[in-house]
């Protein structure tokens, strides 16, 4: 991956979320606040234009900027959680312009611990966990038995949307959804879906 295709990665996925933002109201309306389409729209349209107004040199910077400003734009839990992960997993890449496969699994890697650390989720707990960890693991075994970028992004987002639309038979363990108990089952996690959407926007580019 080189900074053009970060940024790039970045404004797909930006794309993909303001395309989206309605359904992820709709599903966040169910078990949450109601807001998750419209704070993730406004922070990564924010990541898009902080991005063109000082552009980074590195792979590592592209995704700490992207995440410091999710962190300060998008309110409620989703800036946090997004912010760190992608902040986490910049500052987890080494330093140029280009960095490999490995290199991205590793601080990808990084970043979802620091999720996990951050809002107390494991797989199963309906969140965004159930999206990113089995992309993740299906992007560093694509990696590991050599598949090219846009093989390994493309098994990525597959799992990730798979890992998504599993979390409807589930309780919710974690976030506002938790408080409905039961009544949580039945719907899919908004956090999962819109992880999965970040993942489709990677295999889009690569």
């Given at each position: ?41 406004r ?25 410091t ?129 970040i ?8």
């Open positions: 991956m080189d900074v053009a295709l970060a940024r790039d990665w970045m404004r797909a996925a930006a794309g993909l979320i303001a395309a989206d933002a309605d359904r992820l109201t709709q599903l966040d309306s169910a078990i949450g606040d109601g807001d998750h389409g419209v704070n993730l729209n922070g990564f349209t924010a990541v898009v234009a902080a991005l063109e107004k000082s552009p980074p040199e590195t792979v590592s910077e592209v995704l700490v900027k992207a995440g400003t999710l962190m300060s734009r998008v309110g409620g839990a989703s800036g946090p959680l997004y912010g760190t992960a992608l902040r986490t997993a910049g500052k987890a890449l080494p330093a140029g312009a280009e960095v490999r496969p490995a290199d991205l699994v590793a601080a990808l890697h990084a970043g979802l611990d620091a999720v996990r650390k951050l809002g107390g989720a494991a797989p199963g707990d309906k969140t965004l966990v159930d999206a990113y960890a089995p992309a993740l693991d299906a992007l560093e075994k694509a990696v590991a038995e050599g598949a090219g970028p846009a093989g390994a992004a493309e098994a990525a987002a597959r799992a990730a949307e798979a890992g998504a639309e599993a979390t409807v038979p589930l309780r919710a363990r974690k976030g506002r959804a938790s408080y409905l108990g039961e009544r949580s089952i039945g719907h899919q996690d908004p956090g999962a879906t819109s992880t999965a959407l993942f489709r926007a990677l295999a889009d580019v690569s």
